[in-house]
DNA sequence: TCCTCATGTAACTTACAATATTACATGAAA
DNA sequence: TTTCATGTAATATTGTAAGTTACATGAGGA
């Protein structure tokens, strides 16, 4: 099956902002992922909604955080993305009348959605701040201690 | 994303066998999922090569159960399908040598263990005889105490 | 003013995995 | 020996994420 990967891509993503002053465009951030910069937009779009991120059109334009990044968690981002589904298995509803598939689908509805809330919790509690400081315990363990602006994490 | 259903689909396989006395043919089952008989085989052959089922040819064949439902939980169902992807969102790889991708990568794949791990654990800790008793319950409930042989969940 | 840069978005194409179908082989019972 | 049923490979269909194209909008700079 094929996964959803836009949380993963979103975040790498708002980590290179912190890490850069003043606005990146969707094309730097689209090599940086090897993709589309259409793509990059799509994906930006409801970061945007949210006030997290803010875009500005022509010259020197680009898109910038304007967001505390202590006070965002995962689960805010996925929220963000429109809460993809996040399991590849589910129920079938073929009959929805047959007490057999009710039973089966009660059954690991309740297992779906326990899950799901943990997963929920999970993500909500780590912040982007706490990401950001992992990756600069990182970068130090590197000893890749030079300025950030030509940082050792081109991508 | 396309959700997996074979989990969903084999537990009604079984619990209609639970009910059945004798054989069933993958013809029967599949008309009872509205689906194709060469896809109730090849989702039953992970099940008989676990010894959960057998399957006989020829006249009077089919699908028998040959297991003791309370000795087997829906963690070896989900086992004997060859254990599909479970979370629909997953990681991009798209640079590997990228410290911000690993930090990412990292701290989602935590996430994504904790929550592979208990719906495993929750899998388990349900039998097939569990899920048998509880159909019995819909069945009285919903008045429907004739005998088996005709019994309201033709589906 | 006009040109260039950048985002915004709809429409379309591609890629891939789950499901469905076809075709034919195997083997058991009537 | 015919019929019924499974076993399985090969192929087709379908649903969805991702990628692409095309064009509109709007903000500087020459």
Redesign the interface.
Known sequence: ?????????V??IL??MA?HKGPVTSEVLAK????NPVVVRQIMAGLRNQGYVQSVKGHSGGWTLVCDLSRIT?SDIYTALGS?????????T??PG???????????GQ?FS??EE??LS??GS?TLD??SK??HA??VA?G?SHNHQQS??A?
Request: glycine share 4%.
């Open positions: 099956m094929r996964r959803d990967g836009k949380l993963s891509r975040l790498h980590l290179h890490e940086m992922q090897h993709t995962l993809p589904s996040i399991l590849a298995i589910g129920n079938r073929e009959a047959c007490l057999v598939e009710q039973t089966v689908n009660t059954a690991l297992v326990e899950v943990l997963l999970r993500l780590v706490m990401l992992d990756l990182r970068l590197r890749a050792s994490h991508c």
